[in-house]
């Protein structure tokens, strides 16, 4: 009997340590309005939501150093893209958006060793004498002194950069890309992240200036010349030339902005990161059953296109040669084509078909130029709310 209630007991001390070990593992998901290199402003967007009822706090992100200002924090990624869809639809946030990791900074780990006995050491200090003496029973060492050996870090070629893109309207960072071309109609660029130290090689043209375009997902491209020599009066902690960028927005209104919704090269089959912001549309719609959309489907440019539509699939997110169509379509044929897939997938979410709308849109509303070096940002969807 005694036997039985200790194995018992075992078995449930193991499984409160599996329960542990899966709980430090789950990934947060945070539905973040904002992010902030001064805390102070971080305070100040946190009282700002919490006077109009939100649940916002604020927490570094120990990586970046960066203040994260967030309404909701949970283990379910659904349920975070879900409500980051209704702020982008409802409130004000209309970039409110979804960071999976891990926020605020962890206290060190400890770990204490048990002593282990030896004999007493004596550390000898060096003397004039060449001598050294040693007492009974003890085990005398003389312990040389200890040079640290710092790690030489090599720097990339060319000299640092900061590109701060920034919403206009609230001086909030703007997640994106910096392009940098030779001239304004080069054929190639190079691509940075924004917000980050990036190292430029000098430019090859005999004008020693560079040019730099702006890419982020629902506000307009900015240009600007960059002399390579003189770029900024602003420089940084790292010796970084930091270049300051106001962006505006595309659109607002009754649209909700979907930065992620991406499609195969001319077909109407969703690439797989296009799944978390269309799982979060599907559930606020169930959530909020007065709810109806409608889908516009855009594309770059306004030719032909040889690709694939969804044919017979039921693979959103995947490319099946065997079930998709494939033949020449027009820019109307291929819009109509991905407006209807999205609703197709909204439908197998469990959204009824009559609340949803679809528009093929052709090229003729492109957000960037059709010939550019960001024009596949053209083919994308916008959702429409028509009705609440």
């Known amino acids: 009997m005694q036997k039985s209630i200790s194995t018992l007991l075992l078995l449930m001390i193991f499984g409160l340590q599996h329960v542990s070990a899966q709980a430090k593992t789950e990934t947060n998901h945070y539905v973040v309005i904002g ?7 971080a305070v100040r967007l946190t009282d700002k939501a919490n006077q109009m009822g939100f649940n916002a706090t604020y927490a570094i992100n120990p990586r970046q150093k960066w203040n994260y200002v967030y309404l909701l924090q949970t283990t379910d990624k659904r349920k975070a893209w879900a409500f980051a869809i209704r702020m982008r639809a409802e ?12 926020l605020g900074q962890g206290q060190p780990v400890v ?4 002593p282990v006995e030896k004999p007493p050491v004596v550390v000898i200090e060096p003397v004039e004498k060449d001598s050294v003496e040693v007492k009974k029973d003890s085990v005398a060492i003389i312990v040389p002194p200890v040079v640290e050996e710092k790690p030489v870090v090599k720097k990339p070629a060319g000299k640092p950069f900061l590109f701060k893109l920034e919403n206009q309207s609230d001086g909030t960072p703007v997640n994106g890309e910096i392009h940098v071309m030779e001239s304004s109609n080069a054929t190639r660029y190079q691509a940075f992240k924004a917000n980050e130290i990036v190292y430029i090689e000098a430019p090859k043209n005999s004008r020693g200036n560079y040019v730099i375009t702006t890419q982020a997902a629902g506000f307009q491209p900015v240009s600007v010349i960059l002399s390579y020599q003189d770029p900024s009066p602003e420089v940084g902690p790292e010796g970084e030339a930091i270049i300051p960028m106001e962006l505006g927005r595309v659109k607002r209104g009754d649209y909700i902005d979907f930065t992620n919704v991406r499609f195969f090269r001319n077909s109407s089959i969703l690439d797989p990161v ?13 959530e909020s059953t007065g709810y109806k959309i409608r889908v516009h489907g855009h594309c770059n440019g306004t030719n032909d296109k040889e690709g694939s539509i969804l044919g017979s699939s039921t693979n959103f997110f995947a490319l099946d040669p065997s079930k998709n169509k494939i033949g020449k379509f027009s820019a109307k044929e291929l819009t109509n084509e991905r407006a209807a897939t999205v609703k197709a997938y909204l439908v197998s979410q469990g959204i009824d078909a009559s ?11 492109p957000l960037y130029p059709a010939g550019g070096t960001l024009a596949q940002y053209n083919d994308r969807v916008e959702i429409e709310i028509t009705k609440r």
Request: zero cysteines; charged letters at 35%.
């Open 35 to 41: 992010v902030f290199a001064k805390l102070s402003n």
């Open 274 to 286: 296009s799944q978390n912001e269309l799982d979060g549309l599907a559930d606020l719609m169930k």
């Open 111 to 114: 770990v204490e060793e048990k």
């Open 91 to 102: 409130t004000e946030y209309k970039d409110a958006w979804v960071f999976s990791g891990q």
């Open 355 to 365: 609340r949803i709308d679809t528009k093929g849109e052709g090229g003729k509303i």
